[in-house]
């Protein structure tokens, strides 16, 4: 459905309105308060409400006619819906003759009804082409709760089941659900596990089957005993051989290991003669390495002492130089700190003087500041006694300027429609109008307007009575009621006529102004402060000030003002600062003096202690250098060294010699033959006791068992079994088939309900990513309504969801819900009123892109006293309605 236009007249507070609208596209309808925006969409429900027809006199009806003139409502709409365009207007009236409906379509063929036939009419017309409950989930009204829409019952689910390919909605099968349900039941619990009669006839089967099994065990287990005692008997020359050949095996085996064992124990007394030899020879290399070191390192001790002498020798006049300079150093600092102390103590007083005499400035001004407001306030106070007693507003000036113009045309037509008589005086005399008296002299003449009659009367002679027209009667009765509509709106406003009015509200204004300038005022000179605060602080500036002026010193004497106390209160400032830069240079130069001459008076106490050392250490070093060649000569470590290199080379020759023997005998391949040949002479010499106990065993169980008559029984055994099977078989496929329609029927309903949801879902995230961005993801209940909303990785219910999101969720669902119904003019219009107040304003801009994105492809009407809210919609029809409704 696609509304063109709507006209209303005398409904409500709406004179007389005209608004057109975008058929594909987003009309805003702005206008303050009262305007009369919500009543247009009113006026369109009430129309199109079919248990209202232009003679009803129900309490809607009676709400919208006009308050302030005796009118009949009228509302007209031309509407599009399906393949129909047609007008439809309804007028209610008090009585038969001033009601009306009439009905003009035009296409696809033109049709002109009036009274109940076109009532009728246009609702099979609605029916046809109109899913209302659609029409009201696609609607927004002002002040109504805020909630999410849900379309599983509407057009929606036509469309998204014509989108998935579905013929019907599966949902719609009730009947033949329930019907698979009641075969379902009879053989499976909810559950799904098999009922009784179902598993009783399963149990049936299982014994059968196994009565069957045990015996067809019995008659195998026969053959198969009897086939394996022949076999065993086969197998006992075979393996009879097998032993004999692997003992003969195993003992060659074990020869061929002996004789490289023999080489094993030889390559390890080769070794041992090797290590020994590795021994001696490691250990005189030692003995030589520790003897070079002894004389390595008593020749570095004596030259470190020499270098630590000549160190001594250069440290002394420095540190004499260093204590010279520590002395001048603290002599500096001293004369520093006492300057330093005099100008602080300076200092401190010329700020004191500075704060003190502005506190006195301060205090002054807080006084002042205190006065301003004492005045500001009586200034308030007087401008809200006058707001208080007019009460007079720009409407009520208008409304009664209009009355007044009113009364005016009404008596200019008055006086051009009425009956006129003109009086001249012939001499003088004294008439009498309607019981008043008119004196006229001769010569003068008055012209007596009729409005419905008038009696004139000549003392003592004649009376003439004078009767007015219909039409005149009529003109008098308007300018009474404009008469009475002017006093009642001078009374009502408490004044007496438009001039008291307007004098009346040009005082309210000026008490308004001056009420706006004196809270601005008390405003500025408030500050972040109260009244009450700014006086106790004028008080305790006064207090400190008379303080300070009791303790001060006379001397140095107190500057004349405030600016000579912080120009001296500055010089000083600037003085401090260089005594203290001279200070902290003079500190720094004697901690760097001490500093100096501590490092200095260290390093010759370490050097010393550190010469001391070396001369021990030397002395140590060669005492144990004398020690090691009184025991050994150097020339005897050498010759120990080239014999004992010697015995070791000769002992390496024959350890590899051994070595390379046993490599070629392989003696770990040879044990593992050895070990694989025992193992196999023990698996023959068992393999050859079982067969003869198997074979024996056997024999013994054939005789005792022999022929019982299995194969009768099991013949009859099998019978019984079929015939249970058969009964099985037939119970089983019904059950089967119960299940396996109820389970097909449920996910072909849960698919067809999926992939009509699915479209819905796009489009729902396609307008909402439009909102937010692309992580946004919405989930659709089997009603079509949103039930959980996923933003930046975070899945909340739309309960969970603030005021505002649930605000803007609930329009982006009906948007993507119009956008796809309403292509080729199907579907209903998407109408918000006064909507997205609990939205941030950072959101509005994209609100804005989402709404004029969906209105590609549906009609989106919007009604607003904010237009900022909407001022973001690009594409939008603007209609702006005027303050006061009028005629347009």
Known sequence: MRIHRITLCNYAGVDHAVVSFDTCGVTVIEGDN????????????????????????TKRTRLVRPVHRDANPHVEADISTGPYRFVFSKRWGKTSATCSTTLDVTAPRREQLTGDEAHDRAYEILDETLDASLLRALQVYQGTELLLPAFGNTELGAALDATAGDVARVEGHDDLWTAIEAEYNEYWTPTGRSRAALAESQRRVEDAESDVASLEVQLREIEIDADAAARL???????????????????????????????ENDLQSRQAELDRADDDRRRALDDQQQRTGLVGDLERRQAALAELNAQAEQSAPVLTAAQRHRDAAETDWNAARQRLDEVQQASTLADRDREHLRQIIEARQFRERHQRLLESQRQLDAA??????????DDDISQIESAERTLITARAAAQAGSATVTATGLSDVALTIDGEALPIAQGDQQVLQVAESMEITVPDMLRLSVAAGVEARQLASDVAGATADLRRLCELAGVAGLAGARLSRQRRVDAERERHQAREAMKRDLADLTTDEIASRAERLAARVAAYAAERVAEPPLPADERTATRAALDLHDELEKCQAQFDSAEDARH??????????????????????????????EQRLTSARDQVSDDELTKRVASTDAIARDAETMRNSAQSLLEASDIDSLRSRLSNAEAAADRARAQQKTNRERHRELLISLELRGERGLGAQLDATRGHRDQCVAKHRSLNERASAAKLLRNVFERRRAEAQQRYRAPYERQVEQFGRIVYDSSFEVEVNDDLGIARRALAGVTLDVNQLSTGAREQLGIIARLACAAIVSPDGGGAPVILDDALGWSDPSRLPRMGAAIAAASRDCQVIILTCTPSRYAHVGTAKVVSLPTSPRPE
Do not use: F, P, W
């Open 592 to 621: 760097s003096a001490r500093e100096a001459l501590h490092s200095e008076e260290k390093t010759h106490a370490a050097l010393g202690a550190t010469i001391e050392a070396a001369q021990q250490t030397m002395a140590d070093a």
């Open 34 to 57: 009262e305007s009369g925006k919500s009543t247009i969409v009113d006026a369109l429900d009430l129309l199109l409400d079919r248990n209202v027809r232009d003679r009803s006199s």
């Open 384 to 393: 809200d006694a006058v707001i208080e007693t007019i009460d007079v507003t």
């Open 233 to 263: 008997a086969d197998d006992a020359e075979r393996l009879a051989e097998a032993v004999v050949e692997s003992n003969e095996t195993r003992d060659e085996y074990r020869r061929q290991v002996e004789a490289a064992e023999a080489l």
